[in-house]
């Protein structure tokens, strides 16, 4: 088993290391070989097993940088096929399902 806190300390590190320095890229907007897809499907991944871990301010914080990384490459359209979004609001307590999931009233 993997602890979910290791992983999530992982992904901070990576993901807040591009937002931080995507100015400094040389071809920012490119995204080879699903990059971003990866990026989105393994923060969920993450997300799902280590929220339960997590207090309020945690949660905040982690919904914080990942909103940071949607933002920075958002101007370049890549993560508009993502649920980047949907991963930092379920953090936050919105959309803990997707609406297909929900029965009618």
Known sequence: HTDPRFALI???AA???????WNTMC?????????????????????????PLLNDEEKEA????IEDLYNAA???????????????NL????GEKDEDDRKPA
Do not use: F, H
């Open 15 to 21: 993901c807040t290391s591009l937002t931080n320095n």
């Open 91 to 94: 953090l936050r307590g919105q």
């Open 62 to 65: 982690t919904a914080e940088w």
């Open 27 to 51: 071809r920012m907007g490119y995204d080879d070989c699903g990059g971003w897809s990866t990026i989105d499907s393994s923060l969920r991944r993450i997300v799902d097993a280590v929220k």
């Open 10 to 12: 992982i992904a901070k």
């Open 74 to 88: 958002e101007p370049y359209g890549l993560v508009m096929d993502t649920d980047i979004m949907k991963t930092a």
